[in-house]
């Protein structure tokens, strides 16, 4: 067992550098099936969501290879079976990517019903509608999804709601099908760009991604590239938070800018000073916090993937705050962990109602999900006294070096490894 333990109260100041972006990673690795050459992907994260991914490929016959840190081999060659490893898949919910890749390139996949986060009921049955839209039929099969097509055949596809999980699987169970595919009322996120402008870049015809509406024409063949993946806006909204929360001075390298602007505008908006620079923002923080209001909204809208950190941030504010996330059922859960730390905060359904209580005291508390933890982190940064986060597997799933890149900002963090109740080790 690890876990995280932060003596705060101390303003992170100086440079730290964001990896490669979670969301477009699992996708892109995924995607590699697809691709009939080797091909190599730069910024990728060094993280566990990543090493599962990769885990899966290599199990199932690919080669993959460590070129350097944070670039990686892929020959997805050697894959004959369609068919994911069933605990593997299990425990994260980008696994269900491998259905739209395996039915892409062997019209047929098996793979485990997804896991991940507990965040409320996440089905996939936008993505089923999709498949069977290109002509696949879906079953349940002893705890795995089997879908299967004879062939996929282009066609109209409309989704009943905003859905980057279902964007992502019908792009990737497109690309090769036979015909012409019209994607409408797609999700608009960064990483749903960044994953068709891979494919295109090998030889997809991709054209939407970003939009509304996504057009597809089927190829045969997918070339091998070098390509490298967008930095990850939440890491580094994360980062840029933790430093108005410590009311630090943080320069956050490795950025696009315009991804981050709706985190932007609401720390504007508290109070926070962000400089926009090329491919980096400077944050920090010179007055008092204020209140303000957050709704979270498909993308451009403020992310729902930020809100359990910018959560944490107005509960050092002045006034009240009051935040709605309609997007997931379970994203207050950890508000029980904040009020541990002395946050004052409400729920009522999918609305939080914050008053500011100026401080937080360092307590005991666990991250019930990957973005909950990075709260976590966030607040023992800000808090006084002595704060411990368990099961930090969940941040390790989205974070890379997470105490090492805090550690550089100057911030008191440990990973502690636990081995046994009378025996504790210091690492990293």
Known sequence: MEKFVIHGGKPLKGEVTISGAKNAAVAIVAATILCDEPCVLENVPEISDITMCMKILKAMGADVQLVRKNVVRFDTRGITSPHV?????????????????????????????????????????????????????????????????????????????????????????????????????????????????????????????????????????????????????????????????????????????????????KLRKVGVTVEENDESVRVHVDGALTKTSIKTMPHPGFPTDMQPQFSTLLTLAEGTSIVTDEIFDNRFRYVAELRRMGADISVDGKVAIIQGVGKLNGAPVAATDLRAGAAMVIAGLAAEGTTEITDIHYIQRGYECIEKKLQGLGADIKKVIVNDPQSVKMSG
């Open 85 to 265: 490893p069933y605990e593997m898949a299990r425990v994260m919910r980008a696994s269900s990517y491998f259905l739209g890749t395996l039915l892409g390139r062997f019209h047929e996949a098996y793979v485990a019903m997804p896991g991940g986060c507990y965040l409320g009921d996440r089905p996939i049955d936008q993505h089923l509608k999709a498949f069977r839209n290109l002509g696949a039929t879906d079953e349940l099969e002893n705890g795995e999804v089997h879908c299967k097509a004879d062939q996929l055949i282009g066609s109209q596809i409309y989704f009943d709601f905003n859905t980057v999980g279902g964007t992502i699987n019908a792009i990737l169970a497109a690309v090769k099908a036979k015909g012409r595919t019209i994607i409408e009322n797609c999700a608009k996120e960064p990483h749903i760009v960044d994953l068709a402008n891979f494919l295109n870049s090998m030889g997809a015809d991709i054209r939407g991604a970003g939009t509304d509406v996504i057009k597809i024409k089927g190829v045969d063949y997918l070339k091998g590239i070098t390509y490298p993946i967008i930095p990850d806006q939440i890491e580094a909204g994360t980062y840029m938070v933790a430093a108005a929360a410590t009311k630090g001075d943080v320069l956050i390298n490795n950025v696009i800018p315009k991804h981050l602007e709706s985190i932007t505008a």
